[in-house]
Structures are given as structure tokens and as C-alpha cells.
């Protein structure tokens, strides 16, 4: 699958041609820039690197220097393998958000917020006891019980508890393309997309 290397803005809402108001997600999409050109006869399968995002020069170890300069073209924050691209690409060419197209569908890959350690009423739903009667001391927000004693004398794998939540790679599909700006490169998608402010995400055609 083709694609492009974005940063999710924000979110804002557009009217559609029937006059609906559309919660829709703006991601800058900066022309990418094509850093490797991996071929069948040296790699053993087929594939475009393609980089964006600035980074500074003193911040970019020289093994990394040298693959960009191979480019042509300047250190970049984040770099990602595509495969089937409709085009023949060489080293230092630019694609921008043309290559979508509005009305179009796309799947979105990020990394979703931290939420720390969190227990189980945000991390899984659960409801809490409710009523605080006959006595009971700060139960109002605890798992119950978790398991048998003399058998099975331990915890079940896979028993909903507090722990880390959040923080993963996520995938949506089929986000439907509401607009494209190419003076901003801008890709305005309908819906919500994985990832904090300001994070790069994976956009894919």
C-alpha cells in the first residue's frame, strides 16, 4: 500500500454539500521525500522510504546524516517503508497530498495517548459498587473479586485489572477524505484519528 507520512493539527467541522456540519481532522501532510529506494534483486522485496518532519542536524546521529545526504535533502524526524506505489520513484523525489484525492478513503495509523496506570472503572468500564451501605470503607471504585482460593489458587490470565491503559498503535479505516488543501498541505479526514497533537501519523491510501 501507498502513502504519506503525516502530522495530525487538530480537529475543526466543515458543512458538506447537503448542508451537514462534519467533525473532521486536519492533518499536514509535508511533502515526503523519498530517502531509499529498496529493490528486489539487493533487499529481496520491493519498497519506498519515504522522511519528513525537520530535524536538527546536532541532533541527528551521523549513520543518519549520511542516509539523508544520500538524498539530497536535509535530517528528518520520521521515516516509514511503503510498498506498491503506483510510480516509479528514485532517491530525493517529493509527493505531496495529491496523491489522494477528495471523496476518497483512507486508513489512518498513530499511536495513542498515555493514560498511565488507571484502574478498572476508566481502564474497562466497570460500574463501582454503587450504594455505599452496610459499612463498606472506600469500595466504591475496586475490581471485586478476582478469583477462587483453594482452587485455582491464582489469577486467570487475561482478568480485566488496573494497569497501563493507553498508548498503542492504533489503526482506523476508512476515513473518508472531506478536503485536501495543496497551498497548505493540508488533508481534512471525517471523523477522529489516533494520536495526540502534534503526532506523526501514517496515512494510507
Not at 523519498?34 to 534483486?41: A, C
Not at 493514560?115 to 476508566?122: A, D, E, R
Not at 489458587?153 to 495543496?182: H, W, Y
Request: with cysteine.
Amino acid at each position: 500500500m501507498s502513502g504519506l507520512i503525516g502530522k495530525k493539527i487538530g480537529m475543526t467541522s466543515l458543512f458538506d454539500a447537503e448542508g451537514s456540519l462534519v467533525a473532521c481532522t486536519v492533518i499536514e501532510a509535508t511533502p515526503n521525500v523519498v530517502t531509499h529506494v529498496k529493490t528486489m534483486e539487493k533487499d529481496g522485496y520491493e519498497a519506498v522510504q519515504l522522511a519528513a518532519g525537520e530535524r536538527r542536524p546536532k541532533n541527528t546521529p551521523a549513520a543518519a546524516m549520511g542516509h539523508y545526504k544520500k538524498a539530497n535533502t536535509t535530517p528528518k524526524t520520521m521515516a516509514h517503508e511503503f510498498k506498491e506505489f503506483p510510480r516509479d520513484l528514485k532517491l530525493g523525489d517529493s509527493i505531496g497530498v495529491d496523491l489522494f484525492f477528495e471523496g476518497g478513503f483512507v486508513t489512518v495509523t498513530g499511536h495513542g495517548k498515555g493514560k498511565g496506570f488507571q484502574g478498572v472503572v476508566k481502564r474497562h468500564g466497570f460500574s463501582g459498587v454503587g450504594e455505599a451501605t452496610h459499612g463498606q470503607h472506600d469500595r466504591s471504585r475496586a475490581p471485586g473479586s478476582l478469583g477462587g482460593s483453594s482452587y485455582p489458587s491464582r489469577v486467570f490470565k487475561g482478568m480485566r485489572m488496573a494497569g497501563r491503559m493507553g498508548g498503542k498503535k492504533i489503526t482506523t479505516e476508512n476515513l473518508r477524505v472531506v478536503k485536501i488543501d495543496k497551498d497548505k498541505n493540508l488533508i481534512l479526514l471525517k471523523g477522529t484519528v489516533p494520536g495526540a497533537k502534534g503526532s506523526f501519523v501514517i496515512i494510507w491510501k
